[in-house]
């Protein structure tokens, strides 16, 4: 039963990716990995598209955007999973536990509409190539990026003080490695159910919004494609859009089997440490070659800024 908004636990307990020993050491390797191949990568595309005049476009924008937030979103994870498979004592404040969740939560909010906005962007440059210039202007860019960025950390305002709002009074295991709202509710001694409507009403509501929006952006671009006379157009244009469809399948698919779910003790977390591996590791780490390196124009940009250091 609910003991009122107060609550006794000071810190949690993170059980991490996994609870045998012999494999922390070798998840370590391999995280610390991904996670620095993360950082090298997004943040060198940020200087990149930066560094080069020609990379000034609104797709290059919203480029550099998205590898901040890659870069935000892994670290606001990964860093606290590399340290608990390394120490005996996994725990995390209580302050500590608020702010990751809220963050990783906000970053995982703006991301969403951060993609559905790269392909109204691509909606525009291919189906409305004419008046594209004309409206997707500098201005308009910065606007659409600061509305993300608004509605996602506002967004996880709600999400963090409801969840802790709620009394954690037993239990400070959470079975999970990093701070999430699904394990959270599950050690609540509170009343959950209006919290876990709340939950998946937003989460309904911000996935399938932002979804449905890439989808309707790219199925108006397939259609244009179609109509391009040129094999090689077709060729590229459809090129770019499997690999925008791609990180969107996988973000998203991963997104909506972890939080349109009813939280659940047992066997269910085991599949919930991996799917959350994929969309706040893997994906981040991905992302900079799957929208960027695969591009002609960030290819000769590297090229040349690796010929002139040879020089």
Same mark, same amino acid.
């Given at each position: 039963?609910?003991?009122?908004?107060?609550?006794?636990?000071?810190?949690?307990? #993170?059980?991490?990716?996994?609870?045998?020993? $012999?494999?922390?050491?070798?998840?370590?390797?391999?995280?610390?990995? /991904?996670? #620095?191949?993360?950082?090298?990568?997004? #943040?060198?595309?940020?200087?990149?598209?930066?560094?080069?005049?020609?990379?000034?476009?609104?797709?290059?924008?919203?480029?550099?955007?998205?590898?901040?937030?890659?870069?935000?979103?892994?670290?606001?994870?990964?860093?606290?999973?590399?340290?608990?498979?390394?120490?005996?004592? =996994?725990?995390?404040?209580?302050?500590? *536990?608020?702010?990751?969740?809220?963050?990783?939560?906000? %970053?995982?909010?703006?991301?969403?509409?951060?993609?559905?906005?790269?392909?109204?962007?691509?909606?525009?440059?291919?189906?409305?190539?004419?008046?594209?210039?004309?409206?997707?202007?500098?201005?308009?860019? =910065? $606007?659409?990026?600061?509305?993300?960025?608004?509605?996602?950390?506002?967004?996880?305002?709600?999400?963090?003080?409801?969840?802790?709002?709620?009394?954690?009074?037993?239990?400070?295991?959470?079975?999970?490695?990093? *701070?999430?709202?699904?394990?959270? #509710?599950?050690?609540? *001694?509170?009343?959950?159910?209006?919290? $876990?409507?709340?939950?998946?009403?937003?989460?309904?509501?911000?996935?399938?919004?932002?979804?449905?929006?890439?989808?309707? @952006?790219?199925?108006?671009?397939?259609?244009?494609?179609?109509?391009?006379?040129? @094999?090689?157009?077709?060729?590229?244009?459809?090129?770019?859009?499997?690999?925008?469809?791609?990180?969107?399948?996988? %973000?998203?698919?991963?997104? %909506?089997?972890?939080?349109?779910?009813?939280?659940?003790?047992?066997?269910?977390?085991?599949?919930?440490?991996?799917?959350?591996?994929?969309?706040?590791? /893997?994906?981040?780490?991905?992302?900079?070659?799957?929208?960027?390196?695969?591009?002609?124009?960030?290819?000769?940009?590297?090229?040349?800024?690796?010929?002139?250091?040879?020089?």
């Amino acid at each position: 039963m609910a003991r009122g908004n107060h609550t006794t636990v000071t810190e949690f307990v #993170l059980m991490g990716f996994t609870d045998c020993p $012999e494999l922390q050491l070798p998840l370590f390797v391999v995280f610390l990995v /991904i996670y #620095l191949i993360t950082m090298v990568g997004n #943040l060198g595309m940020i200087l990149l598209i930066r560094m080069d005049s020609r990379l000034h476009t609104p797709m290059y924008y919203f480029l550099s955007h998205l590898a901040f937030i890659d870069l935000c979103y892994s670290s606001s994870i990964g860093p606290k999973m590399l340290q608990n498979l390394l120490v005996k004592k =996994k725990t995390i404040s209580f302050s500590g *536990c608020f702010a990751q969740l809220y963050f990783s939560s906000a %970053f995982a909010t703006t991301e969403c509409f951060l993609l559905a906005t790269m392909a109204y962007d691509r909606y525009m440059a291919i189906c409305n190539p004419l008046i594209y210039t004309a409206i997707m202007t500098q201005r308009v860019c =910065k $606007e659409l990026a600061i509305g993300v960025y608004t509605y996602g950390f506002l967004n996880s305002v709600i999400h963090t003080v409801l969840t802790f709002q709620l009394s954690f009074c037993d239990s400070n295991v959470i079975h999970h490695f990093y *701070c999430a709202d699904p394990p959270l #509710l599950a050690l609540s *001694c509170s009343d959950t159910h209006s919290k $876990e409507k709340q939950l998946l009403i937003f989460s309904a509501v911000n996935l399938t919004g932002s979804l449905l929006t890439v989808l309707i @952006s790219y199925i108006c671009i397939l259609f244009s494609i179609i109509k391009i006379q040129s @094999s090689e157009g077709k060729c590229k244009a459809f090129s770019t859009c499997a690999s925008h469809l791609t990180v969107v399948i996988i %973000f998203y698919g991963t997104l %909506f089997f972890m939080y349109l779910r009813q939280p659940k003790a047992g066997n269910s977390w085991k599949y919930n440490k991996v799917v959350s591996v994929f969309y706040s590791l /893997i994906i981040p780490m991905l992302n900079p070659l799957i929208y960027s390196l695969r591009n002609t124009e960030v290819k000769n940009t590297l090229k040349k800024m690796l010929e002139g250091k040879e020089s």
